[in-house]
């Protein structure tokens, strides 16, 4: 049974707009959520985070939102380039795990010229 | 080099044979992870060292699956009597230290295929 979902395989946007990326989770016990970006034949990398006390995170371009009561996040990217393409996936580690990440399906990000 | 370095980097077996995979972290990172990404899928924990003891090693599949990191820095994967299921790609992250924010740094994996 997964804990980390991402319904969507995939997601197609044009360059400049705003890409975002949905993620929700069953288990309440997540204390951090993360979001990783992997590029082809690349191992992840991280990209943002958020502890579950916060409801926002900004870092330039990506924006992490976390609704607790729904047990819902998602990452925004404003304003999207070509560069962003790539595969991400959502993770979360919690209950003292230390590193023991939970990571969803992985959504592919394809942004347009 | 600066990143985890893995290697090797692809490695085609027969089913039955026996793998060793390994991982050199990044300098003074004293945490090391290990994870398995199977086609379609996110990566899956295995296990996770802090220094040269298996703190946590809970998502290994069965006994056929082993790691050891004897010195505190190179990890190796050990996979006995392969089986088709196990094809996937192996990922070895490291922190600094043991981090429940989960901020790991991967290497590019190594990519197995047991035929």
């Known amino acids: 049974d997964q804990q980390v979902k991402q319904n969507s395989p995939s997601l197609s946007v044009q360059e400049g707009r705003i890409s975002i990326l949905n993620c929700d989770y069953t288990?309440?016990?997540?204390?951090?959520f993360l979001w990783y970006k992997k590029y082809p034949a690349e191992g992840p990398t991280f990209l943002i985070s958020i502890s579950s006390i916060k409801d926002k995170n900004e870092d330039g371009r990506f924006t992490v939102f976390l609704n607790k009561s729904a047990k819902h996040l998602s990452l925004h990217i404003v304003p999207s380039q070509p560069g962003d393409s790539a595969v991400y996936f959502c993770a979360a580690s919690g209950g003292g795990s230390q590193g023991n990440l939970i990571f969803g399906k992985g959504t592919k990000l394809s942004v347009k010229p | 080099g600066a990143g985890v370095s893995q290697t090797p980097s692809n490695k085609v077996t027969e089913k039955g044979k026996y793998v060793e995979l390994r991982c050199d972290p990044i300098s003074g990172h004293t945490a090391l992870y290990w994870y398995r990404q199977s086609l379609g899928q996110g990566p899956e924990f295995l296990i996770y060292?802090?220094?040269?003891?298996?703190?946590?090693d809970s998502g290994l599949p069965n006994d056929r699956f082993f790691a050891v990191r004897p010195e505190g820095s190179v990890s190796t994967l050990k996979i006995q009597r392969t089986e088709r299921g196990d094809s996937a790609v192996y990922l070895c992250?490291?922190?600094?230290?043991?981090?429940?924010?989960?901020?790991?740094?991967f290497g590019e994996g190594s990519r197995l295929t047991v035929l």
């Open positions: 992250a490291s922190s600094l230290t043991p981090t429940g924010t989960g901020e790991l740094f």
């Open positions: 060292f802090q220094g040269t003891g298996a703190a946590d």
């Open positions: 288990n309440s016990m997540f204390d951090y």
